[in-house]
């Protein structure tokens, strides 16, 4: 197994209910020499390509549908000939962000998107938003969370469209069903295990 994970960060703004705040995201592209697949797609689709290194973009796989997750996808589609993969949840936010074109195939719980000899499994995980999901990699022992866990707790749920009860339960039904050594890779700052989240979260 060659797969690996490589990470970029890159900065610019997230809006959201007529209130717009600067932000760092994560950019995260799994895969092997060959293939992978993009993990969301903000702000700068030269520092993706970077990340992409001349590899094959399978998917451009997006964790939710706010205008810092997806705001370059539809030019990294253009750039690489590569699906936009989204839960269909997420059409009102999406259609915030581009309104002259959708994304390519639906997201569904369960899903496994395979790329580089890996399994990338989708798991639904509403709250942050409706349509969220995180990804998990068994073979690297990691997940990756976008917006849905942090390092030290579950993201915000203050705007439209979020739930504060819903993501605490997509939490305790979907990722904290992972290993406690579960690597986390967040959509915004460091990285966390399953493991210490549970006890932030429950104790
Ligand atoms: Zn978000």
Same mark, same amino acid.
């Given at each position: 197994?060659? !797969?690996?994970?490589?990470? @970029?960060?890159?900065?610019?703004?997230?809006?959201?209910?007529?209130?717009?705040?600067?932000?760092?995201?994560?950019?995260?592209?799994?895969?092997?020499? $060959?293939?992978? &697949? !993009?993990?969301?797609?903000?702000?700068?689709?030269? @520092?993706?390509?970077?990340? !992409?290194? +001349?590899?094959?973009?399978?998917?451009?796989?997006?964790?939710?549908?706010?205008?810092?997750?997806?705001?370059?996808?539809?030019?990294? #589609?253009? #750039?690489?000939? /590569?699906?936009?993969?989204?839960?269909?949840?997420?059409?009102?936010?999406?259609?915030?962000?581009?309104?002259?074109?959708?994304?390519? @195939?639906?997201?569904?719980?369960?899903?496994?998107?395979?790329?580089?000899?890996? /399994?990338?499994?989708? &798991?639904?995980?509403? +709250?942050?938003?409706?349509? @969220?999901?995180?990804?998990?990699?068994?073979?690297?022992?990691?997940?990756?969370?976008?917006?849905?866990?942090?390092?030290?707790?579950?993201?915000?749920?203050? #705007?439209?469209?979020? $739930?504060? +009860? &819903?993501?605490?339960?997509?939490? #305790?039904?979907?990722?904290?069903? &992972?290993?406690?050594?579960? !690597?986390?890779?967040?959509?915004? +700052?460091?990285?966390?295990?399953?493991?210490?989240?549970?006890? /932030?979260?429950?104790?």
């Amino acid at each position: 197994m060659t !797969v690996r994970v490589d990470h @970029a960060v890159v900065s610019g703004t997230f809006s959201l209910d007529g209130e717009t705040f600067d932000v760092d995201n994560n950019i995260w592209v799994v895969g092997d020499d $060959d293939e992978c &697949l !993009v993990i969301d797609a903000p702000h700068d689709v030269d @520092a993706i390509l970077a990340v !992409v290194a +001349g590899r094959t973009v399978k998917a451009i796989v997006c964790t939710h549908a706010h205008d810092d997750h997806v705001r370059v996808a539809p030019e990294l #589609r253009e #750039r690489t000939g /590569a699906p936009v993969l989204l839960h269909p949840d997420d059409r009102p936010l999406w259609e915030l962000t581009h309104r002259d074109h959708l994304w390519d @195939a639906d997201l569904a719980d369960g899903q496994s998107v395979k790329v580089a000899g890996a /399994a990338v499994t989708v &798991l639904h995980t509403p +709250g942050h938003a409706p349509g @969220a999901v995180c990804l998990y990699v068994h073979d690297l022992g990691c997940v990756f969370t976008g917006d849905t866990l942090f390092q030290g707790g579950p993201g915000a749920t203050g #705007r439209s469209f979020s $739930d504060a +009860g &819903l993501i605490v339960e997509s939490i #305790r039904q979907q990722l904290f069903a &992972l290993p406690d050594d579960t !690597v986390v890779h967040t959509g915004h +700052g460091e990285d966390t295990t399953i493991g210490a989240e549970r006890q /932030a979260l429950d104790g």
